[in-house]
């Protein structure tokens, strides 16, 4: 036997060193990869916290507003009635007594243009505000007393600009600046949280606008959205996964649900307008109609996921059931659907996601109206979120703003309320 011995042995395998390079040249860009996907996932984050921190800072004006204190005098011959039971302090003439009180504050003030000028700086709810207090308490019939009334969104939005009131803007001009820095010297004025604003309904003035309506339009909207579209899609996809035979029909079934789940939104408006509301009738700008329409947007979203979770259920565990004696419905309720269920809780919890943001479809079927009142029923006229958001943002006063990127952290905010409560279920349900 021949030693082999000499440079032959100290030979590189030139295979192993091709294999040595593509390894290096792989880790190499797999760490590229890690590194840009890091990058993409920090950059997201800071795009989401720069959008949420904008929307913030222009939202902090509405949550707080400017009161002023007014020494009221509630003279019977200013309220025009003789007496003092209910129904005469009901119809007395607040406005006169409000004029009347303001104007001798302010002395100086004599022309009729200026007065008219000066009574503008007060709210226009200041006449209910005094007539509340006085329905409160009777007893101040006839006397002086003091009585805190907001200021007009004008002026309400100046004082929140300006750190020393007394020089004009754009909104008010250099005599009523004199006469809220006169207000302020006296320390007549005082900031407060706006509670009006989750208490009130919608208004013509920014300074009452509230988004309680809107919240309480959307809460009952998405309730009848899930009490149809959440037994209607997992019935649905258990049929189609479970039950359904594999034929044709099935097939165009399946089809035509993908189909329905790219389809524009608006479209369901306009079937919403054409069917549930011209042909059965129903109420326009009610959260019913809007939950229909609604609940046929998200039915292909629910079905797609649900029927996704029941196929991802192993076979096992259907075979399992069926191996002692368990019948066919028996299996799927008891055994598929509850080891489903976390899935089905998602493509629930993105289908009502998707559902809360939508503007077009409740557009078409009324709920754009202007809607004062809160709704206390399904078939009250109301509003939602996003179309209360639409109606602010188009508005012309500046007031209006800092009201619609209120409104948006309420929408957020319900949102995270909806999905948090949704993935505690998904997880209480978790197998």
């Not at 007014?70 to 309220?79: K, M, N, P, V």
């Not at 389809?263 to 069917?275: C, E, K, Q, T």
């Not at 004062?372 to 639409?390: E, M, N, R």
Request: aromatic residues 8%.
């Amino acid at each position: 036997m021949t030693n082999q011995t000499g440079p032959q042995m100290n030979k590189k395998n030139p295979i192993t060193d091709i294999v040595a390079a593509s390894l290096g040249k792989r880790h190499r860009k797999e760490l590229r990869f890690k590194l840009l996907g890091r990058l993409a996932v920090a950059l997201g984050f800071l795009l989401v916290l720069v959008l949420i921190a904008d929307i913030t800072f222009k939202a902090l004006p509405a949550f707080h507003q400017h009161w002023v204190k007014l020494e009221i005098s509630y003279q019977q011959d200013w309220l025009s009635i003789e007496g003092s039971n209910r129904e005469l302090l009901d119809g007395a003439n607040y406005r006169k007594a409000l004029k009347r009180s303001l104007y001798q504050m302010f002395p100086q003030v004599k022309a009729r243009k200026d007065k008219r000028k000066l009574f503008k700086i007060i709210s226009s709810n200041a006449e209910f505000t005094i007539k509340d207090y006085l329905l409160a308490s009777p007893n101040y019939l006839g006397q002086k007393t003091a009585v805190w009334v907001r200021f007009d969104d004008d002026v309400d939005t100046y004082l929140k600009d300006v750190e020393t009131p007394g020089e004009a803007n754009a909104r008010v001009d250099q005599k009523s600046a004199q006469w809220v820095k006169a207000l302020a010297d006296k320390e007549l004025i005082e900031k407060r949280f706006n509670v009006s604003f989750f208490t009130n309904g919608d208004s013509r003035e920014p300074e009452l606008a509230g988004v309680k309506g809107a919240l309480t339009g959307t809460i009952l909207t998405m309730l009848v959205t899930l009490a149809l579209s959440f037994p209607l899609g997992v019935a649905a996809a258990l049929y189609l996964e479970e039950f359904a035979p594999r034929n044709r029909w099935t097939d165009i079934i399946e089809v035509n649900i993908n189909n329905l789940a790219a389809v524009p939104s608006i479209i369901f408006g306009l079937l919403g307008l054409a069917v549930i509301i011209n042909m059965f009738g129903l109420p326009r700008s009610a959260p019913l109609v809007g939950g229909i329409v609604l609940t046929l947007m998200t039915l292909p979203t629910i079905i797609i996921a649900s029927r996704a979770s029941i196929k991802a259920v192993p076979p096992s565990i259907r075979e399992a059931a069926m191996g002692i004696g368990a019948s066919k419905m028996q299996t799927t309720f008891s055994h598929v659907l509850p080891m489903a269920m976390p899935g089905i809780m998602t493509g629930t919890i993105i289908g009502l996601a998707q559902a809360l943001g939508e503007t077009a479809p409740l557009l078409m079927i009324g709920m754009v109206a202007f809607i004062v009142d809160v709704p206390t029923s399904i078939s009250d006229a109301s509003t939602v979120l996003p179309v209360q958001i639409f109606l602010w943002a188009d508005s012309p006063e500046r007031a209006f703003l800092a009201k619609t990127s209120a409104a948006i952290l309420v929408l957020l905010g319900f949102l995270l309320v909806m999905n948090t409560t949704a993935a505690l279920l998904r997880k209480k349900f978790e197998k």
